[in-house]
């Protein structure tokens, strides 16, 4: 079983920066790749960033690119998701999961967080 939680949502106006937080317990492998993705009201759960445990360049949704970063502590078990840039568009609810598609299939995912509300203002 793989424990995940996130934290760091908030409400921010555009133009801003959050940094979203995803601690990991439990059984971890580094094989596993860690993945955010976020779902706003209507609209299908999105790919967001996808990063290794073991290492190696992180994937990004087309949307995100440029503006988003994703990055792991092996040491500290969390990946953290860098927000810059912030626009309306990007308000969601954002989930941390472990899986093994680099490219967000979300079908490839086994476990996820509780999710961690993002709003940005306009």
């Known amino acids: 079983q793989v424990q995940l939680v996130e934290s760091g949502g908030g409400l921010v106006q555009a133009g801003g920066s959050l940094r979203l937080s995803c601690a990991a317990s439990?059984?971890?492998?580094?094989?596993?790749?860690m993945g955010w993705f976020r779902q706003a009201p209507g609209k299908e759960r999105e790919f967001v960033a996808a990063v290794r445990w073991s290492g190696g360049s992180p994937y990004y949704g087309d949307s995100v690119k440029g503006r988003f970063t994703i990055s792991r502590d092996n040491t500290k078990k969390t990946v953290s998701l860098q927000m810059n840039n912030l626009k309306p568009e990007d308000t969601a609810v954002y989930y941390c999961a472990v899986g093994s598609s680099m490219v967000g299939v979300i079908g490839e995912y086994d476990y996820w967080g509780q999710g961690t509300q993002v709003t940005v203002s306009s």
């Open positions: 439990g059984r971890t492998f580094s094989r596993f790749v």
